[in-house]
């Protein structure tokens, strides 16, 4: 009975245990669950928007990958060629006789050393450390692109989000100006055509919601591209305070700085290396040979055969240098010509560039600063006087659709070059050069 009971009593602590265990995995599985959906709704700011795209940007990597691989290439490209050795046999009797029976018979072996001419190898590093260096300042203009790119994908996105929160909130007005027509019609206050004017308004907003959204989901699918499925994540719907920039001049200053104006300038370096190159050319290299050769036998005063041991230098001749040196030194010069053109016109190209969009940004404030102090309270006063007018029977109704539709477009022009301000300031931090 005893044993009975404890059997009992066991297997209803095992169950328990059990359902604790079940329960616990649960629980677990809950809160990892609750954790990745509390994380999927924390708002993705634009600074974590930036950090997650120069983290995950391939393109800035490969470019460093290739710094790499060119600094490896260029200590090899500094080392002399590799030594040679020679074995060989010499004068060896083939009608009769063996390796003991002619005097000269030998066995030999030899060592080659070649040294290319002039300061080549100098120069041929030079050329790889200067290719190099392009890698690295042409990913570091990659990271500036890529942050370019993400703001302006997030600013985007925050855009048209803004659009469908104020057109949304606006619907709900435009949908109870079409039942006050609709009840001032019944009541014979008011035309058929209010009614279908109305109607029809109200139709258009809900298309333009439509365009909204799909323009809404290209944008989040842009902003992908640079932070992958965190683009999902609700936005911070505040933009940065960007509110000062330096001098025009000043930016000029900065543009010099700029990391595609160095990567240009390092390959006016190795094109520059490379006319370095094709004028040692014209010099002689030359080469050391140094050997050994073992005889056998006895000279006939017996005597055993002496060995030999042989030094040669052997230099280049470097007469027939038309269709040679000639022209690898004119192909040289003709490459450090097209390296120095392309980076004025790079040159000339981000200035303009810079230009532009330093006016545009100062436009941008203007108009900006006149829309928060005048236009959209007067938006606003219109769109109201104007109802006002019709419900007193003093004004058209197709005034008050217009105000009213004035005033929302009024209020997303307002949005959109604020944004607009803010991708200008962007592209300036690019070319200037300017912090996060």
């Not at 936005?235 to 104006?261: C, N, R, S, T």
């Not at 390092?266 to 002689?284: C, L």
């Not at 006939?300 to 022209?327: A, C, H, I, M, W």
């Not at 307002?414 to 070319?431: C, F, G, M, T």
Request: one cysteine or more; glycine letters at 6%.
């Amino acid at each position: 009975m005893n044993a009975e009971m404890y059997f009992i009593g066991r297997r209803s602590t095992v169950a328990s245990s059990s359902r604790s265990g079940l329960c616990g995995v649960l629980a677990t599985m809950v809160m990892i669950a609750f954790g990745a959906n509390a994380q999927q709704n924390i708002p993705l700011t634009l600074a974590e928007a930036e950090d997650l795209a120069l983290d995950r940007e391939p393109g800035q990597s490969a470019f460093l990958a290739r710094a790499d691989a060119l600094d490896e290439q260029s200590v090899a490209a500094g080392q002399l060629p590799d030594p040679q050795l020679r074995v060989g046999l010499a004068n060896f009797p083939i009608e009769s006789g063996g390796f003991a029976t002619e005097g000269m018979t030998q066995g030999q072996l030899g060592y080659r050393q070649s040294f290319p001419p002039g300061k080549i190898l100098k120069a041929n590093r030079r050329q790889f450390q200067s290719l190099a260096l392009e890698m690295t300042e042409s990913a570091d203009g990659r990271g500036r692109d890529v942050l370019t790119s993400v703001r302006d994908a997030w600013f985007e996105t925050f855009f048209w989000t803004r659009s469908d929160e104020i057109v949304t909130e606006s619907r709900p007005f435009f949908s109870d100006l079409v039942t006050i027509t609709r009840s001032l019609y019944a009541v014979g206050r008011k035309d058929q055509q209010d009614v279908l004017f109305a109607e029809l308004e109200l139709s258009r907003l809900d298309d333009r919601l439509i365009e909204i959204n799909r323009q809404r989901a290209r944008a989040r699918a842009e902003l992908g591209q640079w932070v992958g499925t965190e683009a999902d994540r609700p936005l911070a719907m505040k933009l940065p305070l960007w509110g000062q920039i330096p001098a025009l001049e000043a930016l000029h200053e900065k543009l010099l700085d700029h990391p595609v104006l160095k990567a240009a300038d390092a390959r006016i370096g190795a094109r520059q290396a490379g006319v370095d190159i094709a004028n040692e050319r014209y010099k002689p290299g030359w080469a050391l040979d140094l050997g050994y050769g073992y005889r056998d036998g006895f000279l006939p005063t017996g005597e055993p055969r002496s060995d030999f041991v042989n030094l040669s230098v052997t230099v280049d001749l470097p007469l027939f240098r038309k269709n040679r040196q000639d022209r690898r030194l004119a192909a040289a010069l003709s490459e450090r010509r097209a390296a120095n053109e392309s980076r004025e016109e790079l040159l000339r190209r981000l200035s303009s560039q810079l230009d532009a969009e330093y006016a545009r940004w100062q436009d941008l404030t203007r108009r900006v600063a006149l829309y928060e102090r005048l236009i959209l309270n007067q938006a606003e006063d219109q769109a109201q006087a104007a109802l006002s007018a019709y419900q007193s029977d003093a004004g058209d109704f197709n005034d008050v659709m217009r105000g009213y539709i004035d005033d929302l477009n009024t209020r997303l022009d307002h949005i959109r070059l604020q944004v607009e301000r803010v991708q200008s300031y962007a592209v300036l931090a690019n070319l200037g050069g300017l912090p996060r």
